[in-house]
């Protein structure tokens, strides 16, 4: 499978984005679709993922109220909605793709993931 990463870009404190991850050769299936972040000189950490089946989500407590993920019917796109963008949200998000329908106990953890898009850039600034 292989997945691309878009919508980052500029905004300032307060905004929203919209990011987007497509996937190409292989359907989702039982997959579960997860969105981590890295911000310069840190760690990847996990945002949020779902589940194709059932559409089981979970965010991280950092983004609740804040974020959402969602998935289209067609099967093949995976939305972040970001709102309230906060200038350390700033950081390269990217998007992965892991076998099974995972709770939250594996579905942050990034070693879980066999697939990954190229990252999207998102800068929270004024």
């Known amino acids: 499978v292989q997945l691309q990463a878009f919508g980052g870009g500029l905004v300032q404190p307060g905004g929203s984005l919209r990011l987007s991850c497509a996937a190409s050769?292989?359907?989702?299936?039982?997959?579960?679709m997860g969105w981590f972040r890295q911000a310069p000189g840190k760690e990847r950490i996990f945002v949020a993922s779902?589940?194709?089946?059932?559409?089981?989500?979970y965010r991280t407590n950092f983004v609740q109220g804040r974020f959402t993920i969602s998935k289209n019917n067609a099967g093949n796109t995976v939305y972040l909605q970001m709102n309230s963008l906060r200038p350390e949200d700033t950081a390269v998000y990217y998007c992965?793709?892991?076998?099974?329908?995972?709770?939250?106990?594996?579905?942050?953890?990034?070693?879980?993931?066999?697939?990954w898009g190229q990252g999207t850039q998102v800068t929270v600034s004024s």
């Open positions: 992965a793709s892991a076998r099974g329908n995972l709770i939250l106990s594996t579905a942050k953890d990034a070693r879980q993931y066999d697939a």
């Open positions: 050769g292989r359907t989702f299936g039982s997959n579960t």
């Open positions: 779902i589940t194709w089946q059932g559409g089981r989500t």
